[in-house]
């Protein structure tokens, strides 16, 4: 879910239409958990989109409460 939340995000604010993220790296840290059923929302934080990689960080959490930090890098890569 946060690569995909993070991918999407990435996506909707790069500049080059022929352009799309691959994920490179992807670190997840798990500080809670979540329940069958619970609502998960992810925040995204775009830190640099240069031109060969992006740099982003998504908290994934359920209400208040954070579960998830994730800590992504993307290689830039013509369609």
């Known amino acids: 879910m946060a ?3 993070l991918g999407y995000a990435l996506e909707s604010v790069v500049q080059q239409p022929a352009s799309r993220g691959v994920t490179a790296d992807l670190s997840l840290d798990f ?3 979540a329940k069958l059923g619970d609502w998960i929302e992810a925040t995204v934080d775009i830190q640099k989109i240069g031109a060969r990689l992006a740099f982003a960080n998504a908290y994934l959490a359920v209400g ?4 998830v930090r994730a800590s992504a890098v ?5 369609n």
């Open 31 to 33: 500080a809670g958990s």
């Open 74 to 78: 993307f290689l830039m890569a013509e």
């Open 3 to 5: 690569d995909t939340a």
């Open 64 to 67: 208040e409460a954070r579960i």
